[in-house]
């Protein structure tokens, strides 16, 4: 069982920064890939970006490429996302999400465990 909380998100202008972290409860983090997820209200819940075990591979959505980090601290069980020239349609609430594998995925349902989200909100 892992339970993941996430935090740092609020609110910053178009162009700002803002870093999310996502630290997890219980043993063994280092053998879970982690993804980052966001849902925006009436749409449907997208990848933004993923990263593997050992965070020797990350992937990203083309909506995030180049502006967003994700990184990992397996001493620290946590799991960072790096958001940098924000938009206002990156709002949403951002989600970290475990996968007991050696292979991160884009799709949601393969992930074992969420967190229970934090909002970004990125003015105009």
Do not use: H
Not at 23 to 34: I, K, L, P, Q, V
Not at 102 to 124: E, H, I, K, L, P
């Amino acid at each position: 069982q892992v339970q993941l909380v996430e935090s740092g998100g609020g609110l910053v202008q178009a162009g700002g920064s803002l870093r999310l972290s996502c630290t997890a409860s219980g043993r063994a983090f280092s053998s879970y890939c982690m993804g980052w997820f966001r849902q925006a209200p009436g749409v449907e819940r997208e990848f933004v970006g993923a990263i593997t075990r050992s965070g020797g591979t990350t992937d990203y959505a083309d909506s995030v490429k180049g502006r967003f980090t994700i990184s990992r601290d397996n001493a620290k069980n946590t799991v960072y996302l790096q958001m940098n020239s924000l938009k206002p349609e990156d709002t949403a609430v951002y989600y970290c999400a475990a996968r007991q594998s050696f292979f991160a995925s884009t799709m949601g349902r393969d992930y074992d465990y969420w967190g229970q989200g934090t909002q970004v909100t990125v003015s105009s």
